[in-house]
């Protein structure tokens, strides 16, 4: 009977460890989209209703991919964005949901493995 509440006790502690640290990577990664956006959203767009997807990782994206994203950019943002260098490997990968003038848009952020700067995004 000991053992299976240790086990128990164990078991929750796990989780909530793994929680806690997913729930902060999604914090940070939301936070960085947040200012990569006010930053370079163009000047007098008003948008509404932020949302977020949860945090996730990607393999199929490459320098070519990235070049694209970055030369094609998106509507409502400024051209000419400075992005931080994309990484060797796996990116995550963020999409916010947003209301622009009565529309729902979305965007898909990519970011470096410390969450901190996005690479590109569509």
Not at 52 to 76: E, S
Not at 92 to 112: A, C, E, P, S, V
């Amino acid at each position: 009977m000991m053992h299976a509440r240790a086990y128990i006790i164990n078991i929750t502690l796990c989780l909530g460890g793994l929680l806690f640290a997913s729930c902060g990577r999604q914090y940070t990664a939301e936070q960085t989209v947040k200012d990569f956006v006010a930053e370079n959203m163009q000047d007098g767009v008003e948008t509404s209703g932020v949302d977020f997807a949860d945090l996730g990782t990607t393999r199929h994206v490459n320098d070519t991919l990235v070049a694209k994203m970055r030369k094609n950019g998106a509507p409502l943002f400024k051209s000419g964005i400075q992005y931080a260098q994309a990484p060797a490997g796996d990116l995550f990968y963020l999409r916010m949901r947003y209301l622009y003038q009565g529309d729902t848009l979305q965007n898909t952020f990519y970011l470096d493995s410390t969450l901190t700067q996005v690479v590109a995004f569509k």
